[in-house]
């Protein structure tokens, strides 16, 4: 299982930022997916969720409203669309199917 993260970076609070997760490895499709994050100092949480054939989404209460997660199941990879972006979502975000992490993309929101 190879999980490769990216589109993270440097933003200004109110910014975007859209995430990508190539995968390989597994049979992607028959996996559900989530991203996660963790910040200095603190447990790694669940962000957002999705089914298999992306037909159902579930957040944290935390950025309910301000994020998306998507997947394309024919490019084997999944995103995580940031909007309204605040300076305690700074974090490390990871994607995972479940037991398997890649190395993380880092997000920053500050001005």
């Known amino acids: 299982v190879h999980l490769v993260e990216s589109g993270g970076g440097l933003v200004q609070p109110g910014g975007s930022l859209r995430l990508s997760c190539a995968t390989s490895?597994?049979?992607?499709?028959?996996?559900?997916m989530s991203w996660y994050r963790q910040a200095p100092g603190k447990e790694r949480e669940l962000v957002a969720f999705i089914t298999n054939a992306g037909t159902s989404t579930n957040y944290a209460d935390s950025v309910k409203g301000r994020f998306t997660i998507s997947r394309d199941n024919a490019k084997n990879t999944v995103y995580l669309q940031m909007g309204s972006l605040k300076p305690e979502d700074t974090a490390v975000y990871y994607c995972?199917?479940?037991?398997?992490w890649g190395q993380g993309t880092q997000v920053t929101v500050s001005s």
């Open positions: 995972s199917p479940g037991n398997y």
């Open positions: 490895g597994f049979t992607f499709s028959r996996y559900h």
